[in-house]
């Protein structure tokens, strides 16, 4: 049977930057893309979910850190460092230590998920908790990267956006094409830019290395948190503020390429409420059996507010990514929709009241 590579050996040939350098890979990649049953039917499309939070540190940040690690590694590189709202940092410090580099991370002050806080610490990397948000983490992270031997593993890296590029790869590898239709979240906007390459990269039509399978591209459907929407606003947001910690993000590093994608794909970029997010983030596991964490549903309350509005023709190919996995962030799991806290039903060990209780007759 075919044991799964990683992205590196997969994508070998379509990765320049690595070159022939040895792989640095905990086996990312490779990720299910589940056809979402409810999502569909409610949508009259077809959808489809890429499910991220199955990579090895349970985030997309994966398939760019093995790029970035795998090409920091073989520079020579001592140490690394990133700025993260969570998921790059817990990336970043498992990498590093399967490289066996040191690893600095700068996270803003609080409001990390605990799950990705913990991954950092059990890496063995070198927590920071800088007294400022996520944009005054990855300047300070740029200026220590300028001025002292150590290497930056943000999406500014080049190498982070060419790893993750091959999630698009791995879609048109299932599907036989591209899709028409690919969502997903925009924070530092990274990912989207990554997206928008592959599925350049791997057309027929490409003339940036070899041709691909796909025949066309999809529409790109960026959505960023409304308290945290700088790209929808066409300004830099000073103060961003969500429950989707992840995408807490007011002046996103890649915001060109963002709006490059959106433009040269006919697509959007636009906003989500926090209440649109955590509804489409319940709806997503408790009728379509994936848990994510908050920021990664707001592709799909994207999806849901555009078909609200009579913007989705029925009878689309649609992928949304899913971009964490939900026990990174679970505590908003354990609240109703009205904000109270989820409490189990207490029972003796008795078969007759647990039986009433599970509502058997
Ligand atoms: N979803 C999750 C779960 C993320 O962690 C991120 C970004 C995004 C979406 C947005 O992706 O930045 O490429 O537009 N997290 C970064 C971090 C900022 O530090 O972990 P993007």
């Not at 001592?78 to 700068?106: F, H, M």
Request: charged share 20%.
């Amino acid at each position: 049977a075919h044991q799964w590579r990683g992205v590196v050996e997969e994508y070998r040939d379509r990765l320049a930057v690595v070159a022939g350098a040895p792989a640095v890979t905990l086996g990312e990649g490779g990720t299910p893309l589940v056809r979402a049953r409810h999502l569909s039917e409610l949508t009259g499309c077809d959808v489809r979910l890429k499910v991220e939070g199955c990579n090895p540190t349970g985030s997309f940040k994966d398939r760019g850190m093995t790029v970035a690690m795998t090409r920091a590694a073989a520079d020579g590189a001592r140490a690394v460092i990133c700025a993260s709202t969570g998921n790059t940092s817990a990336s970043a410090a498992a990498y590093a230590t399967a490289a066996g580099l040191s690893c600095g991370v700068l996270v803003p002050d609080g409001r990390i998920a605990m799950g990705k806080l913990s991954q950092a610490v059990a890496h063995g990397a070198t927590l920071l908790q800088v007294d400022g948000n996520f944009d005054d983490c990855l300047t300070l992270a740029r200026k220590l990267a300028e001025s002292y031997p150590v290497e930056l593993v943000n999406s500014v890296n080049p190498a982070r956006i060419e790893g993750q590029k091959t999630a698009a790869f791995e879609v048109v590898d299932a599907l036989g094409d591209a899709p028409d239709v690919h969502c997903l979240p925009v924070g530092n906007a990274g990912n989207i830019t990554a997206y928008w390459r592959g599925y350049t990269q791997y057309t027929d039509a490409a003339t940036n290395g070899q041709p691909g399978p796909a025949t066309r591209r999809p529409r790109m459907w960026g959505f960023q948190a409304a308290g945290a929407a700088p790209i929808v606003q066409g300004h830099p947001v000073d103060a961003p503020d969500t429950i989707a910690t992840a995408i807490r993000i007011g002046n996103p590093a890649s915001w060109e390429q963002a709006v490059a994608a959106r433009d040269e794909s006919g697509g959007v970029i636009e906003a989500v409420t926090d209440e649109e997010i955590l509804a489409a983030h319940r709806l997503l596991s408790s009728r379509d059996g994936v848990f994510v964490e908050p920021a990664s549903a707001a592709g799909v309350a994207g999806l849901l507010k555009r078909h609200a509005a009579g913007l989705v023709e029925s009878g689309l190919s649609i992928v949304i990514t899913v971009t964490g996995h939900g026990l990174k962030d679970p505590q908003w799991a354990l609240r109703e929709a009205d904000g109270s806290e989820v409490s189990p039903v207490r029972v003796g060990v008795d078969a007759v009241s647990a039986a009433a209780a599970l509502g058997l007759e």
